[in-house]
């Protein structure tokens, strides 16, 4: 039974899946997912003229062809296939992008990584009434429009912009947004007021956006976020005392935080890791330089299943009272001189203190 449906889902994928090059003659009117991938191509394929029911079209090796051929296969795109639901134009030499692209009602995936010379987006963009991803990292959007805060379905988004500041978030908007990153934003100096409102937020990126310095305490209203990950940050600050007394019974949700390359941290978010200590399990704290303790109250998060430390040279301990973590199944310390010495199994002075761990990793540099 395993075969024969194996067989079936093999023959009905190669009936809706094509690939088109220049010397394609004919495409089977029940193919409803293209790949373009001629990086030669100096027009656009007639066969693609005849077509009407593609769902899904890529387009790869677009920064090999000229703008004009990929201005006519995106314009063939929003003229021909009124029911696309996907469309990746990574790479593309594209300066902009049609306005009549709004008028793709089903688009629910829309793909402008490394699409570098795209500085802005057409007026009709909020038209995408279904679209749920959105990949705009590598772009030369100098700010994020009004247009895609008002994308009420968009629940993945990735973005690079070369502002300062985002745009206030507003009420009502994104209010289905689950994972939101934010890659390579080099001048962004903080997250956009109004992250409060984004109640359905369950995972957040930050890479490489070098002047951010600190996360907004209104991310104590992100019940739901779960995972966060911050890396490349290099004036990031973690630091987020609870100053209400409401912040000290916060039920927050945050299962897993990784921290990595994060040269001006010095101490961890208390209010975000308090307020998911029955939740929280896992913590990743990599090449943190300047962090030389770790709190006391890292006690409290009573749910740590897994705790890695990698090349925090500063870092001379682990918490006293570290077995009050029974949860804790796996540790590994890793490229840190003296919390290795001072934990190893054979002649480390407190190893005893870690010795209930199930799993314990510790390497030195060499």
Request: contains cysteine; neutral net charge.
């Amino acid at each position: 039974m395993h075969d024969l449906v194996h067989d079936l889902a093999l023959d009905v994928s190669q009936k809706e899946c094509k690939t088109v090059n220049s010397e394609t003659e004919t495409v089977d009117e029940n193919v409803r997912h293209l790949l373009l991938c001629d990086e030669k191509l100096v027009e656009v394929p007639r066969v693609l003229e005849e077509m009407k029911n593609a769902r899904t079209v890529i387009i790869q090796y677009a920064s090999k062809r000229s703008k004009i051929v990929d201005k006519s296969l995106i314009n063939l795109c929003v003229s021909n296939f009124k029911y696309l639901r996907s469309l990746e134009l990574r790479n593309s030499p594209l300066t902009a992008l049609p306005n009549s692209i709004g008028t793709l009602k089903h688009l629910r995936e829309l793909d402008l990584g490394g699409c570098r010379r795209i500085r802005e987006l057409p007026r009709s963009f909020d038209k995408l009434r279904s679209l749920q991803s959105l990949f705009l990292e590598y772009t030369g959007l100098k700010q994020l429009p009004d247009s895609v805060q008002r994308l009420i379905e968009l629940r993945h988004l990735v973005i690079t912009i070369k502002a300062t500041h985002l745009k206030e978030i507003r009420a009502g908007c994104w209010t289905s947004l689950q994972y939101l990153v934010l890659y390579e934003c080099s001048k962004l100096q903080c997250l956009p007021e109004g992250m409060q409102y984004l109640k359905s937020l369950r995972t957040l990126v930050l890479n490489y956006c070098d002047c951010l310095v600190s996360l907004p305490r209104s991310m104590k209203f992100l019940t739901k976020l779960e995972h966060v990950r911050i890396k490349f940050c290099m004036s990031m600050n973690l630091k987020m005392e609870a100053e209400e007394e409401e912040d000290k019974h916060l039920q927050l949700s945050l299962k897993t935080l990784s921290l990595d390359y994060l040269y001006a941290l010095t101490d961890l978010p208390r209010l975000l890791l308090q307020g998911s200590s029955s939740t929280l399990q896992q913590l990743q704290i990599s090449r943190c330089p300047n962090l030389s303790v770790l709190p006391a109250w890292l006690l409290n998060l009573t749910s740590l299943h897994e705790l890695e430390i990698v090349k925090c040279e500063n870092l001379l301990a682990l918490p006293e009272g570290i077995d009050r973590l029974t949860n804790l199944k796996e540790l590994t310390i890793d490229e840190c001189l003296e919390l290795s010495k001072r934990y190893r199994e054979n002649g480390g002075e407190d190893w005893h203190k870690i010795a209930y761990i199930q799993k314990v990793v510790i390497k030195d540099e060499d």
